[in-house]
């Protein structure tokens, strides 16, 4: 596990990430990115058009643009879930063709929540570590690595849907 937080925005703008601990209630809100929250400890719930959703360790939530959401820290007593956050567009995964395509039970819907089991987990989360190695190494090619490990983590999450 790392111990230093990062965030990080690309030249582009079409790729973010951020680990961190959340702790702060937001405001209702959309955005014309895709969201990825993953929850390495504790929880958080998420108000998304007319329906709050908790989730805990092990879960992620996938929000598709122009859907209206917040996080909410569900519990005042325990103030922090350590996570990852990314946001994307199609243009950072794949310039040359539709992902939605390829990946449509992912992205067939405003917003998707997976609960990963615990001997899936570790695995889906190595992927995460290397996106933030690369993106704090930055080491020639290091846009692409990233675009490949997201990419990787988006099939799996799509075959997870399928077979479950």
């Not at 582009?12 to 680990?19: A, C, G, L, Y």
């Not at 929540?113 to 570590?129: A, G």
Request: aromatic content about 14%; some cysteine; proline content about 4%.
């Amino acid at each position: 596990m790392y111990t230093s937080f990062l965030n990080y925005w690309n030249e582009r703008n079409n790729f973010f990430i951020s680990h961190r601990n959340f702790s702060n209630n937001h405001e209702h809100h959309t955005h014309n990115l895709y969201e990825i929250l993953y929850i390495f400890t504790g929880d958080r719930s998420f108000f998304i058009n007319d329906r709050t959703y908790n989730v805990k360790d092990g879960d992620l939530v996938l929000i598709s643009p122009n859907t209206l959401h917040k996080a909410i820290n569900p519990d005042p007593d325990v103030s922090e879930c350590e996570g990852i956050l990314i946001y994307f567009d199609e243009s950072f995964i794949s310039p040359t063709c539709d992902i939605k395509q390829h990946l449509s039970p992912l992205f067939d819907q405003e917003h998707t929540i997976i609960s990963l089991p615990v001997n899936e987990r570790s695995f889906f989360e190595q992927l995460f570590y290397k996106i933030l190695r690369e993106v704090r190494l930055q080491n020639d090619g290091f846009e692409l690595a990233v675009q490949s490990l997201l990419l990787h983590q988006l099939i799996y999450l799509c075959r997870h849907i399928k077979h479950n």
